[in-house]
């Protein structure tokens, strides 16, 4: 290895190295996330297609109420808090759902940066951190989806609107494919953060065991960062394309 | 010290790969981690599909060719599908058509083609012992495995298989009112698809990894063998297109069981409104053939670089403009994400922007004409062995050409009017995409035969086997030309009702005959290779003496390719002919220093600092 020409060693692209100083693995994980982006993408160019299809509500937001005629105004929908019933918060609630996730990315780093110390107690605390916030995610998340379906007894509705809450083929906000879509949408994503906080786990589990360390290195710990970092990434996606647009 | 890093990775994570305790038959065999097998067992696999997707489109062309024929003989076979009066049920027509398109894009020239040789060329041809992760390998062959028995056990549905067409375009597709194959031979065809899509993606990631991490000491970029970078180029373009037809299928999924309209809207059956509202079927078109357009390059990709390859081994020649046939992958790779629309020309498309998707599609002929030209100037005046492997491979220029050129016009968004949806479409991509591929998936067998078993395959059926599929192929598709300009629509049960186009009767019995003809002419090839899997004649080491790696390994390499060390690299694929060198090729193996008499002035300061070392 160490006898290779003064041409060949220059040049890092020219075999026997690995050209971009990344394991396989961590490798395969980027292309993965490449490929995710891609399904990400799609669902939000649907997204966008399916919304621009509907005409939008005209008039002020006071006037605004729920109706099959128009696309619903996001914050009109989710301003619901819990133990806060009747209290018009809008967008309150998934701003810090937001904010947990976004915490959450901070503490995996600091989870990584632990690893390429090799501080096995920094990375048990931050990995659990980590998981916490997912899970806190996950939680928030499920109160958000139980009071959309459910429905908001306090919203005003237009007349003829009479159905409250909301399923996968109708509900009380707008035309039907308003909720199908944010079922999907924040469902996909939803199931990726499950998926990530099982894989934190079982990184987490196997640094508490020592296993990490003993294969000398915590590079596990920098590859699932980088789907938890990828999926607080699309989060911000999919939040400002159903929350704020 | 990157190269430190890159020794403490392979301790790391390739200890199991050099060991060589005996495995038992199942780790051998069947849950296999070697590349090798992994290659054999897709190449198998896909050999399977492409009976029953072949076996399928001479059923269909039975009834296209001979409709007043009575088909009873048939009912052993296909039970309840052939009616009380001897036809083949109309709705099971469209299955057949679907099933066929499916397996034979999907199963055969994508899996059978790509999964075949990507495992068992990458590895081999840059120098690394196995590919980066051997266990997503066997996971990859395995999803593709589960797929396709979920795929067959649909056959056997009481309502059929999907018939919606292999792109399974909504609403059709969506409402299982429609027609019987949208039931539950759907859902089992997106079941089938998913699993599908993750064997894919595991491959695919896989092979890039392998190629950027892996090359042996010396194999640059640039002196990769065009399979590779073919190769390369594919796994990319599934990277990026396949998870987009996983969210238009899951879409779609929902829009068939849970009740959403993402692609469904007012829609009436039997005058009946349902309740689907909102959604837009030519979403589901675009979702499709952003994946769709970049699938048949897929297809083709492979085929190309197993093409350069066998092409410039036998025509003793170094391949012409080696850089312009890597730009030019590249260029249609680019290109083929941004021309997805010029399949949806007449769905309403704004005629502005159909303009743009043809002046998108027509720069394609660029790069591929490039490519046809370089394999022209290649062969030109080379010193051709006319081995099955290159026969079969100048076959596949020969239709990359003659297909290619009806895609300009079918490229032409005016044009596309009066020809979209004929068989002047159906002949365009069974030449250019479907012949072709399946041209260079032959060539590579008959070309990486030894490789892979040890045994050469006979050449004197294995060029009988050339001259009738070649003839066959073209017996078939060339008349499909005429048919489609006269406007015989495709996926059509019947068409003895129109009058108009009663004179083409016999064209149409005399392509079924063809096509039934050079199906039964596969048969040779499969006697040919399993017979020769077990008593062909012994390979030599070298027996077509090419240049690159693989040809170095053992008559039949074990898990790890090389028993010593991994070979260096020294040069390109392609020093055939080398003026001055004492044989027709040079290996990749051999050091510049080793043939001063051969080597080019740029060339003679690399052997120096080679030769300090």
């Keep these: 290895m160490a006898h290779s020409t003064a041409i060949e060693s220059n040049n890092i692209w020219g075999g026997g190295v690995a050209p971009m100083k990344a394991s396989y693995g961590k490798l395969m994980m980027w292309f993965f996330l490449l490929s ?151 469902g996909f994503h939803g199931f990726h953060v499950f998926t990530g906080v099982v894989l934190n786990f079982i990184i987490f589990y196997q640094a508490v065991v020592g296993k990490l360390e003993r294969t000398g290195h915590y590079e596990m710990v920098e590859k699932v960062g980088l789907y938890w970092h990828f999926v607080d990434l699309v989060w911000v996606f999919v939040f400002t394309f159903f929350y704020l647009i | 010290m990157s190269v430190a890093d890159i020794q403490i990775e392979k301790d790391l994570h390739h200890d199991g790969h050099d060991d060589h305790h005996e495995q038992s038959f199942i780790s051998k065999y069947i849950f296999s981690t070697d590349h090798k097998t992994i290659a054999k067992q897709f190449l198998i696999t896909g050999i399977f599909w492409a009976l029953i997707g072949g076996g399928l489109s001479v059923i269909f062309r039975l009834q296209l060719g001979f409709p007043d024929m009575e088909l009873y003989w048939l009912k052993p076979l296909l039970g309840k599908w052939i009616t009380a009066e001897g036809k083949i049920d109309s709705e099971f027509y469209l299955a057949l058509v679907t099933m066929h398109g499916t397996i034979m894009v999907f199963f055969v020239l994508t899996a059978g083609l790509s999964g075949t040789f990507a495992n068992f060329l990458i590895p081999l041809q840059i120098g690394a012992r196995d590919m980066a992760s051997g266990f997503m390998n066997m996971l990859s062959y395995w999803f593709f495995f589960v797929s396709g028995v979920i795929m067959f056990i649909s056959f056997f549905l ?35 698809m998913v699993f599908f899509i993750a064997s894919t993606l595991l491959g695919g990631i896989n092979y890039i990894t392998t190629i950027i991490n892996m090359r042996t000491e010396g194999m640059s970029f640039t002196r990769l063998p065009l399979t590779v970078w073919a190769l390369f180029l594919t796994a990319i373009l599934g990277l990026l297109s396949f998870p987009v037809l996983v969210a238009a299928a899951l879409l779609l999924v929902f829009d068939r069981s849970f009740g959403t309209s993402f692609y469904l809207s007012d829609i009436y059956i039997g005058g009946e409104a349902l309740p689907h509202i909102g959604g837009s079927p030519i979403l589901y078109q675009h979702l499709f053939w952003f994946l769709g357009h970049p699938e048949v390059y897929i297809v083709i990709l492979p085929a190309l670089g197993i093409t350069s390859e066998i092409i410039s081994t036998n025509s003793r020649k170094p391949i012409f403009g080696y850089r312009a046939m890597i730009g030019s992958m590249l ?82 968004s005016a044009l596309d009017i009066n020809l979209h949806d004929t068989y002047f479409v159906v ?32 050449e004197r059926l294995g060029s009988i086997h050339f001259w009738l599929t070649f003839v066959g192929v073209y017996l078939v598709f060339f008349p499909l030309h005429y048919i489609g300009i006269a ?11 129109f009058d108009a186009f009663q004179t083409f009767t016999d064209l149409n019995s005399f392509v079924s005959i063809a096509a039934a003809l050079t199906f039964f002419a596969q048969f040779i090839f499969l006697f040919n290779f399993f017979y020769s899997i077990f008593a062909g ?68 300061e690399e052997a120096k600092a080679e030769a300090k070392k």
């Excluded at chain 1, 690893?115 to 107690?121: H, I, N, P, T, V």
């Excluded at chain 1, 899970?135 to 009479?162: M, S």
């Excluded at chain 2, 406007?487 to 009702?497: E, L």
């Design chain 2, 427 to 458: 002949a365009h991509f069974h030449l250019v995409m479907g012949s072709a591929a399946f041209f260079g998936m032959l060539a590579g067998v008959y070309h990486w035969f030894p490789k892979m078993f040890g045994r050469m395959m006979d």
């Design chain 1, 36 to 186: 995710d982006a891609f399904t990400f993408s799609a669902l939000l160019i649907t997204y966008g297609l399916i919304r621009y299809s509907h005409p939008a509500f005209e008039g002020t937001i006071d006037e605004f109420a729920f109706s099959q005629e128009y696309w619903p105004i996001p914050e009109m929908v989710f301003e619901g808090f819990p133990f806060l019933h009747g209290i018009h918060l809008p967008l309150v609630f998934v701003g810090l759902m937001t904010f947990i996730l976004i915490l959450s990315s901070v503490t995996m780093v600091l989870a990584v940066e632990a690893g390429q110390r090799m501080d096995r107690k920094g990375v048990e605390k931050w990995m659990l951190w980590t998981i916490l916030g997912g899970l806190t995610f996950l939680g928030c998340q499920a109160w958000e989806w139980t009071h959309f379906i459910v429905g908001a007894d306090t919203a005003n509705n237009a007349a003829g609107n009479t159905f409250m809450g909301a399923n996968l083929s109708m509900n009380q906000y707008g035309p039907p494919n308003f909720a199908a879509l944010f079922f999907f949408i924040t």
């Design chain 2, 331 to 412: 260029a249609i790779g680019f290109l083929s994400f941004i021309v997805w629309a010029h399949h949806m020309f007449v769905t309403g498309l704004n005629p502005f922007l159909g303009s743009i998707f043809m002046f998108l599609t027509l720069i394609i002929a660029v790069p591929s004409a490039v490519k046809a030209f370089n394999y022209i100037t290649t062969l030109w005046r080379g010193n051709i062995k006319f081995t099955t492997a290159m026969l079969f491979s100048i076959g596949l220029v020969s239709f990359f050409i003659s297909g290619g050129l009806t895609g300009i016009f079918l490229g032409n």
């Design chain 2, 158 to 192: 009481e309502t059929g298989p999907a018939s919606g067409g292999w792109t399974v375009y909504p609403p059709l597709s969506a409402l299982p009112q429609a027609i019987q194959g949208s039931g539950a031979g759907m859902t089992m065809w997106l079941v089938s």
């Design chain 2, 537 to 604: 004649r012994k390979a030599s080491l070298n027996p077509w003496k090419s240049n690159t790696l693989e040809w170095t390994t053992p008559r039949l390499p074990g898990h790890g390719n090389w028993p010593g060390a991994i070979p260096k690299v020294f040069r390109w694929a392609y020093d055939y002919s080398k003026p001055g060198a004492k044989d027709d090729f040079i290996p990749q193996t051999v050091p510049l220093s080793e043939t001063p008499e051969s080597n080019l002035p740029n060339e003679v």
């Design chain 2, 487 to 497: 406007g015989f629509p495709r996926r059509y049960y019947s068409f003895t009702s």
